[in-house]
Protein backbone atom coordinates (compact mmCIF):
# COMPACT_ATOMS: atom_id res chain seq x y z
CA UNK A 1 0.00 0.00 0.00
CA UNK A 2 1.54 3.12 -1.35
CA UNK A 3 0.85 5.98 0.93
CA UNK A 4 2.23 9.92 0.83
CA UNK A 5 2.59 12.17 3.98
CA UNK A 6 3.71 15.74 3.35
CA UNK A 7 4.78 18.04 5.91
CA UNK A 8 6.36 21.90 6.25
CA UNK A 9 2.97 23.59 5.32
CA UNK A 10 2.12 26.96 7.37
CA UNK A 11 1.12 30.77 7.54
CA UNK A 12 3.85 32.87 6.15
CA UNK A 13 4.14 36.52 5.47
CA UNK A 14 4.38 37.59 1.09
CA UNK A 15 8.21 37.20 0.19
CA UNK A 16 8.90 34.48 2.72
CA UNK A 17 9.78 30.79 2.03
CA UNK A 18 8.60 27.21 3.49
CA UNK A 19 10.20 24.10 2.74
CA UNK A 20 7.23 21.07 2.02
CA UNK A 21 8.77 17.83 2.13
CA UNK A 22 6.44 14.36 1.51
CA UNK A 23 7.75 11.08 2.80
CA UNK A 24 7.12 8.08 0.54
CA UNK A 25 6.36 4.31 2.03
CA UNK A 26 4.83 1.30 0.12
CA UNK A 27 6.93 1.04 -3.39
CA UNK A 28 9.97 1.30 -4.82
CA UNK A 29 10.02 5.14 -4.42
CA UNK A 30 13.08 5.62 -6.60
CA UNK A 31 11.62 4.00 -9.65
CA UNK A 32 8.72 6.45 -10.19
CA UNK A 33 8.21 10.06 -11.09
CA UNK A 34 7.21 12.75 -8.46
CA UNK A 35 4.66 16.08 -8.50
CA UNK A 36 2.94 18.51 -6.23
CA UNK A 37 0.07 19.83 -7.11
CA UNK A 38 -2.01 22.24 -5.40
CA UNK A 39 -5.90 23.38 -4.88
CA UNK A 40 -6.79 27.22 -4.09
CA UNK A 41 -10.44 27.32 -2.17
CA UNK A 42 -13.15 27.11 -4.91
CA UNK A 43 -10.75 26.15 -7.91
CA UNK A 44 -9.58 23.48 -9.30
CA UNK A 45 -6.39 21.37 -8.88
CA UNK A 46 -3.39 22.41 -10.79
CA UNK A 47 0.36 20.99 -11.30
CA UNK A 48 3.13 23.22 -9.31
CA UNK A 49 6.25 20.67 -10.20
CA UNK A 50 7.36 17.31 -11.25
CA UNK A 51 10.63 15.09 -11.12
CA UNK A 52 11.66 12.49 -12.81
CA UNK A 53 12.91 9.06 -11.06
CA UNK A 54 16.71 9.97 -10.82
CA UNK A 55 16.00 13.90 -10.16
CA UNK A 56 17.76 14.51 -13.70
CA UNK A 57 14.65 16.35 -15.06
CA UNK A 58 12.19 18.91 -13.60
CA UNK A 59 9.49 20.73 -14.60
CA UNK A 60 7.44 23.82 -13.24
CA UNK A 61 4.42 25.41 -13.89
CA UNK A 62 4.87 29.01 -15.32
CA UNK A 63 3.44 30.29 -12.12
CA UNK A 64 6.34 28.90 -10.12
CA UNK A 65 9.19 28.84 -11.90
CA UNK A 66 12.12 30.67 -10.96
CA UNK A 67 10.40 30.47 -6.85
CA UNK A 68 10.26 26.83 -6.47
CA UNK A 69 12.37 24.32 -6.54
CA UNK A 70 11.14 20.58 -6.56
CA UNK A 71 13.97 17.73 -5.38
CA UNK A 72 14.07 14.27 -4.02
CA UNK A 73 16.60 12.18 -1.84
CA UNK A 74 16.05 8.52 -3.01
CA UNK A 75 18.16 7.34 0.22
CA UNK A 76 15.21 8.70 2.25
CA UNK A 77 12.13 8.25 -0.27
CA UNK A 78 11.41 11.87 0.23
CA UNK A 79 10.74 14.39 -2.36
CA UNK A 80 10.72 18.46 -1.54
CA UNK A 81 9.30 21.28 -2.82
CA UNK A 82 11.26 24.40 -1.88
CA UNK A 83 9.52 27.67 -2.09
CA UNK A 84 10.80 31.17 -1.87
CA UNK A 85 9.54 34.41 -3.02
CA UNK A 86 5.61 33.39 -1.96
CA UNK A 87 3.31 35.38 -2.58
CA UNK A 88 -0.62 35.12 -1.30
CA UNK A 89 -1.80 33.85 -5.15
CA UNK A 90 0.26 30.60 -3.94
CA UNK A 91 -2.58 30.29 -0.95
CA UNK A 92 -3.24 26.61 -1.49
CA UNK A 93 -3.37 23.33 -0.26
CA UNK A 94 -0.71 21.47 -1.64
CA UNK A 95 -0.40 17.82 -2.54
CA UNK A 96 2.52 15.16 -3.13
CA UNK A 97 1.51 12.70 -5.61
CA UNK A 98 3.27 9.57 -6.71
CA UNK A 99 3.46 8.79 -10.55
CA UNK A 100 2.74 5.75 -12.71
CA UNK A 101 5.64 5.47 -14.69
CA UNK A 102 9.29 6.90 -14.24
CA UNK A 103 8.89 10.53 -15.86
CA UNK A 104 7.77 13.83 -14.60
CA UNK A 105 4.23 14.56 -15.97
CA UNK A 106 2.18 17.40 -15.84
CA UNK A 107 -1.17 15.75 -16.00
CA UNK A 108 -2.66 14.54 -12.54
CA UNK A 109 -4.07 11.70 -14.29
CA UNK A 110 -0.90 10.10 -14.54
CA UNK A 111 -0.60 9.57 -10.49
CA UNK A 112 -2.01 7.14 -9.00
CA UNK A 113 -0.98 7.95 -5.48
CA UNK A 114 -1.73 11.43 -3.39
CA UNK A 115 -1.07 12.43 -0.57
CA UNK A 116 -3.74 13.73 2.09
CA UNK A 117 -2.65 17.87 1.54
CA UNK A 118 -0.56 20.29 3.39
CA UNK A 119 -1.91 23.84 3.99
CA UNK A 120 0.26 27.12 2.45
CA UNK A 121 -1.27 30.23 3.14
CA UNK A 122 1.11 33.41 2.26
CA UNK A 123 -0.63 36.95 3.71
CA UNK A 124 0.26 40.61 2.67
Known amino acids: QVQLVESGGGLVQAGGSLRLSCAAS????????MGWFRQAPGKERVFVAT????????DYADSVKGRFTISRDNAKNTVILQMNNLKPEDTALYYC?????????????????WGQGTQVTVSS
Open 97 to 113: AGAIGSSGYRNSGMYPY
Open 51 to 58: ITWSGSST
Open 26 to 33: GRTFSRYG
